[in-house]
């Protein structure tokens, strides 16, 4: 399968599904990773230019894609927290389903509430409707030369923050120090959440013994997120998702909406 992760930072898909984006590179899948922005105003400290940030960012994104088994990186340049143009992004997410023939894509829910990065919500939302309506021939129809085709992209896995109970959990027990090694690449990050792991620090001045010591917290706290989720489902380490299959411009859930709706309880969900 050629699988999409389509995000908006470059440290979004290490921290939400790098241990399931691993499993699938090692079970021999093609990992594509697409990242809508080079997060350069990413940092408190004021001693960087946005263009350093990018830089150190960048470094930082493919490093962890090694890590994890990414075959191809794209980098898109929308602007960091800016207002990224929906109309825009869905066009070019729908140019790169149809030119990777992406079975699969994996994204943000843009449906969950007090997300408050408008990065996520377009980022998701685009990236959805994009595995959504990339098989219209007469959308885009200028896409549609040098080999391009109209492409039916089968899944889109919601990642991070769910809208929704997650309907498919992932074992990545096998992946977990890929995951940690890969998400502890990216010291931009560590610094700018220092706050999560250690009150203490500033996170605009993170000294070189400071930054060692958020090191050591943050591979605490994956591993105790991905232990946390694979708990009720018995499993030492998981990522959870709500998964949904597509048809032409839809979602393929009528029938659990419906179910929904009249107060059945959800599926069991699925492991992987
Ligand atoms: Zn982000």
Redesign the pocket.
């Known amino acids: 399968m050629n699988i999409l992760a389509i ?3 470059p ?2 898909l290490t921290i939400y599904c790098s241990g399931t984006l691993a499993r699938w590179a090692e079970e021999g899948h093609s990992i594509f990773a697409l990242c809508c922005t080079k ?1 350069e105003v ?1 940092t408190l400290r004021r001693d960087l230019t946005k263009e350093k940030v990018a830089e150190m960012r960048l470094k930082e994104l493919m490093a962890a894609n090694l890590i994890i088994g990414v075959e191809e990186t794209i980098v898109l340049d929308y602007p960091d927290a800016g207002f990224i143009s929906g109309p825009d992004l869905r066009e070019k997410l729908i140019f790169y389903v149809r030119k990777i023939k992406a079975d699969r894509v994996i994204t ?1 829910d843009p449906w969950v509430n007090y997300e408050v ?1 408008p ?2 919500v377009i980022v998701g939302r685009m990236a959805a409707e994009a595995a959504a309506f990339s098989a219209f021939p007469l959308l885009y129809p200028d896409q549609l030369k040098e080999g391009i085709e109209p492409y039916k992209c089968s899944e889109v896995w919601l990642m991070g923050q769910l809208g929704h109970q997650p309907n498919y959990f992932v074992d990545i027990t096998t992946t977990l120090e890929k995951k940690v090694n890969a998400a502890l690449k990216f010291e931009a990050t560590l610094e700018l959440l220092a706050q999560l792991f250690a009150p203490n620090i500033d996170p605009a001045n993170v000294s070189p013994d400071e930054l060692k010591k958020l090191n050591k917290y943050a591979n605490r706290l994956l591993r105790s997120i991905a232990s946390a989720i694979g708990k009720n489902i018995n499993l030492k380490a998981a990522e959870a998702f709500f998964v949904q299959k597509t048809l032409p411009g839809h979602f393929d859930n009528f029938q659990q909406q419906l179910s929904e709706m009249l107060g059945n309880p959800s599926e069991q969900p699925k492991i992987y």
């Open positions: 995000f908006a930072h440290d979004d997060g990413g943000f990065h990065d996520h």
